[in-house]
């Protein structure tokens, strides 16, 4: 496991973000993104989730909910990865990924589009 501290592993969160086109982050709308520690339910090594209604699942009557939220899970991103460059790296394409669920692309299409 890597040791990272909070501060540094939001520091590559934050890191990944700043990577992403301010174009494309300007469509993000209403969603927030956390950092936990563990993932909750059957699956210690998920590494990120998304947890809304996609863009393009939002009708002409959605508002006033709730944001949507992306979680990216600190301890098994740790485990997984050999070093503090391979957290960064892991950590850049899982935000990546869960914003690409935001905008209602599946895991067949990331995968398809070489995001595995």
Known sequence: MVEMTREDF???VDDALDSIPDELLEMVDNCV???E???EGDDPDLLGLYDGVALT???DLWGGDLPDRIFIYRNPTLRMCED???????????VV???AHHFGIDDARLHELGWS
Request: hydrophobic share 40%.
């Open 84 to 94: 503090a460059d391979h957290v960064r790296e892991e950590v850049a394409v899982t």
């Open 37 to 39: 520690d563990e993932p």
């Open 10 to 12: 939001e520091k590559a």
């Open 57 to 59: 699942d939002r009708g």
């Open 33 to 35: 993104i956390l950092v």
């Open 97 to 99: 990924h869960e914003i």
